[in-house]
């Protein structure tokens, strides 16, 4: 009896000792700062760097509401001072890690932002960060830390659904409060940071997606939504990118579905410079998602019901789906759902990024066209391939859903994202910078399609 006792009590003192801190790391005027990339930390830079980044932390508690909620007007008082048009990047991190001053994801997202601003292309823009910090470490101890998975899950939920939706929206709101607006906003989340961000702006972006794509299709005038621009499907600000999501995938199968079933009753239905809205990018070196994801989920799902389908795309094509797979596995893992070949890179990056080519999109798919025709082929230019040549990168698009469509889903090679926590490799960020491209340039080519289209 006393040795149970004691056994419980140390485990008591052991569940104290090795539970991490609960309280915010970044209180009043600490909350925001003025940063130069430290080049010890940064490996990609072979000198100093000469930038100096704003970045504003905001962090949210356990519950879903703000630690402190005067970092929420700081931030958005940061991403709109007045100046040079802004280039805002939200990150929200994952397992593991916090706001914390030593931590790794806080050193290398000041790198990412110094990778960004220092593009060519952007040396007329400022480039803001706004960090989201969360719990999301819960236990310090070595081993119990794999076992927070379940928890931590379960709180990347309850987050995403807090206090984090009125803040990004706010945000947007700040950032572009028009449609010709200049300033550029991207959204990031990694890992179950991914989940975080889904969990706030998922319901926005379907709704956006739904009026945008209803709005294209009808002959009618229909409504839109704040954010709605002409011959365009509209997302949250103008990229957002899910970094190896610990989400699983039927979570994606609503805006699969649903955007599969606009475009298969209309397949010239979206613009073809429309840019992607949703990314979702899973490294092949992952095993987070791939492995251990998977063997929680089976554990978590052992008394759920399925039932398998079938999902015909816009070309004809049957894909069959097991609920059970999607269930178990991330949503940047199912290779069924998959609308990109693996990215890879073709050869080494050469340390630039050229300025963006806002018709990049438009021309793969013209050229793909051409070559579909003179096979004699349906010219859908669904299959069209890219090599972007600032980030070296190539993109290939697999032919199962329709050429422009602003939801892609894509395995990522080591050389780009070589892990679970990589997730600055200046490559990838000259990469989604080209992704992103220039709003103006984007608009134009929305209403380009809206006249083409008779509207």
Known sequence: MVRSRIRILSALILGVLGCAPQGHYRSGPDATEIVAADQALCPELDAPSTHRIPIAYVEIDEQGFFQERGQLEQA???ATRPGKPKYVVVFVHGWFHSAGREDEHVARFKCALNNLQSIDGNAGEEVVGVYVGWRGKSWTLPGLKLATFWDRKNTSDEIGRGSLVEFLTRLERAVKPTAESPNKLMLVGHS???SVVFNAMGPILMERFVLDAARLASEKAAPGHSQSKAGLVSGYGDLVVLVNPAIEATRIMPFYSMLNEYTS?????????QPPRLVILSSEGDDATRRTFPAARVFSTLLESYLDRDLVTPY????????RHLDWQTMGNVDELQTHWPLKETQKWSGKCPPNDPDWLMRAIEARRAEQREKGQDDTGAGWWRVFGGS??????RGATT???PLWIMAVGTNLIENHSNISNPVMICFLDE???DPKAVKREGERHQRERGK
């Open 192 to 194: 179950f940071g991914a």
């Open 403 to 405: 050429p422009s469509n």
């Open 392 to 397: 070296t990168i190539e993109v290939a698009h």
């Open 265 to 273: 009753k209309q397949r010239d239905l979206l613009a073809p410079g």
């Open 435 to 437: 992704l992103l491209g």
């Open 76 to 78: 958005i008082a940061l």
């Open 316 to 323: 004809g094509t049957a894909i069959k789906l097991s609920q």
